[in-house]
């Protein structure tokens, strides 16, 4: 698609449907978002409100619901990536979301042609180092037997049942 979607109302017939899948999935968003803001906030010397944390994480759900957005969350690497380029405040998000904006606003066109299996080879691309932690089993198993036993549960688990 070119350019940002218009606004429109998210179809409330789909909520009865919905509501039990939905309930995991903004615990674990509110889990990682606070767990981030209290790791950070530690790390920084300030305080993070779980009340707060939760009010705008259900305001920025809201709005995005009207333009058919996934569920908010925060994202820890990118968060550790700009706290190590010296980001210390909510302007430096907006700062690095202005260029992905300028690509969908303004690149767009350019990549509209290009065949899915393009698209998709960028994406797995950046995704590398994602996929090379699966390495990472055979040092949980050479830790201990149990920590070995629950990766390998987890990730079977991800995989055969997501």
């Known amino acids: ?29 509110f889990v990682i978002s606070q767990g981030m803001g209290c790791m950070f906030a530690q790390k920084n010397g300030y305080q993070v409100y779980p009340s707060q944390e939760l009010i705008a994480e259900g305001a920025s759900n809201l709005v995005g619901s009207f333009f058919g957005c996934i569920t908010m969350c925060g994202a820890f690497s990118r968060s550790l990536v700009q706290e190590a380029c010296g980001g210390k405040s909510q302007f430096t998000a907006l700062f690095s979301a202005l260029p992905l904006l300028a690509v969908f606003l303004y690149l767009g066109p350019y990549f509209q042609p290009l065949p899915v299996a393009v698209l998709a080879a960028i994406i797995v691309s950046s995704l590398v180092g994602m996929f090379l932690k699966v390495m990472d089993v055979q040092k949980f198993w050479r830790r201990s037997y149990s920590d070995g036993v629950l990766w390998s549960v987890t990730f079977l688990g991800t995989v055969l049942l997501d």
């Open 1 to 29: 698609p070119i350019g940002l979607p218009m606004p429109r109302l998210p179809h409330v017939t789909l909520v009865p449907h919905i509501v039990m899948d939905s309930i995991p999935a903004a615990i674990v968003a």
